[in-house]
């Protein structure tokens, strides 16, 4: 594909038949660039010669234009010369004269690689200073870094900041409710997990009868059931016919209940089952897959009742619990999850808490609890988790998961309850929910966005109490795009499940819009030979690239004015400069990476080999 370096220039004219073409000279209007230009070109045919002389094409090499910012975009002393070094000219008439179009190959898209010259000149940005406070040295290695935090950011100046992105809604992914089976008459506390080529998406589903036939049961009825969905993509989802549980006896006498999605049955266990695939080296075959979950009573080694345990599965579908796994005290009727950290080489667990009720109330804000284990059985007590701002908010779920393409990093994306808001007057129960986006480097202190993250759509039945309540897990499903899944109109007939998309690494970009801006990082010491950016820009947006040393000075090789004018939209784009991209004589001294950004975003970076 064709991509222009000129991106305007001015025509005199071009008279075909006398074969003169002169260039006006934005810079000095009293100039031309050439007024002898035809020792510039290759001859032109004489008019009598060309059948159709306005639809010539004609070869041209070393052509100087002055160019410029595309129509909108012109301003006093932002023309700049450059050099053309082949195109094809085409001719067209405009009344008794003819203009011309160039079209220059200069590479090809996404992502132009060329250090150029001819992009559009905005108001040179502010340079970022390094503050007085400045972060002190950080070794982040070959580990990629995003901007969920301003953990890598030491300055920011023009018009660049820190900008939180939104998932973008997409297709049902299932209905449950009337569209469902009997057994999903409510359905809450979603959870996805990857298993290699399978998708497994496991929710808490409600039968609210307590009747079969028209006779209250003899025994108590379990109206809660913990089942599974199967996908291959991430976007369709389907119930695998499992039959490991009989629950005919619940239903009405004719209700299609044999081939069942249900692994496990129980107010206590099925309300927030919570499974997870182990990824610890040394697990048994027969527990790859656990989960967490309140046990039911039984010898189970849990501490108090309503305590939680450690569950275990072969194959996802069929589970046990693990004797001596009890642990957590205190209220735990929320999703309740865990996984095993392979960066601190431990289990950790993050459940609901109640924090301390305020004065005339009879419970404390809704919060989330964490405590960790090396081997399942010894806990830690459960501590509270700590934020970086002061807002009093409740927490309903927790969402937290390390995120796969940063381990280092937790993402959580946890339900926010808003208990004292009603929308839908004649819905029965006040308040309303959304879903907020938190990180943590070292799963106790975490930086929460107040801005939602996933915002209720248009429809009353989503503005009602517990709706756009994420999954817990997050899931590549192409190459530059995660998956994400929220419940939809919770309480109603039509509840079903949502999926919703963002690009790799995109929940937070370092932005700048139409004033240029600059990110100035802390000083770091990487390894590898090169540095990769996930970004994109708009048609005349830009990146460029500095290296520094801690004090903030230009390193050589690696100025602003050396590296490529980066443009485009690349999951990954190994930067160059004019001697190149490799970096590698920088690797294990302290650094700081400078970005200007024009009508941009850069949503992470990482030094690391070719490889």
Known sequence: MMNSNVKDFKVVGVDVAKAKLDFADPLDSSKSLHPTPLNLFQTLPDRSTVKNPLKMQIPINNVTLATGPAAGMRRKNRWTRTSARSGIMRTARFGMRCVLALWLTAGIYPGNTEAQTDVPQTDKAERAAVPPDGKPVVEIGDRRELFVDDFMVDALSGGAERRLHHPVPREVSIYFGEKGKPWEENVAYATVVRDGDRILMYYSARFESFFRSGERSEKPSPRQYACVLESTDGIHFTRPNLGIHDISWLFPPGTDTANNNVIQVGNATAHNFTPFLDTRLDVPPEQRFKAIGRPGGGDNGAKAPGALAVFASPDGFHWEVLKGTGFANGPTDSQNGGF?????????????????????????????????????????????????????????????????RAPHIYIGLPARFVPYRRKVPEHPIAAVSDAVL????????????????????????????????????????????????????????????????????????????????????????FKGERLTVNYATSAIGSLRFELCDVDGGVIKGFAMDESETLFGNEIEHSVTWKRGGDVSRLAGKPVRLRVRLFDADLYSFRFGDDK
């Open 340 to 404: 095993w950290d392979p960066l601190r080489q431990h289990y950790v667990a993050y459940m609901r808490g109640r924090r301390e009720a305020e004065k005339g109330k009879r419970q404390g804000p809704r919060d989330i609890r964490t405590c960790v284990s090396k081997d399942l059985l010894h806990w830690t007590d459960p501590e509270y988790v700590e934020y970086t701002d002061d807002r009093a908010e409740e927490m309903y779920t927790n969402g937290i998961h390390p995120y796969e």
């Open 438 to 525: 938190m990180s943590s480097r070292d799963g106790k202190l975490f930086d929460r966005w107040e801005e939602g993250f996933v915002r209720p759509g248009p429809e009353p039945e989503v503005w009602t109490d517990r709706n756009n309540y994420p999954a817990l897990g997050i899931i590549q499903t192409s190459s530059t795009e995660l998956s994400i899944y929220w419940t939809e109109h919770y309480g109603h007939p039509g509840i079903r499940l949502r999926r919703g998309t963002l690009r790799l690494d995109g929940f937070v970009s370092v932005h700048a819009g139409g004033t240029e801006g600059e990110l100035l990082t802390r000083p770091f010491v």
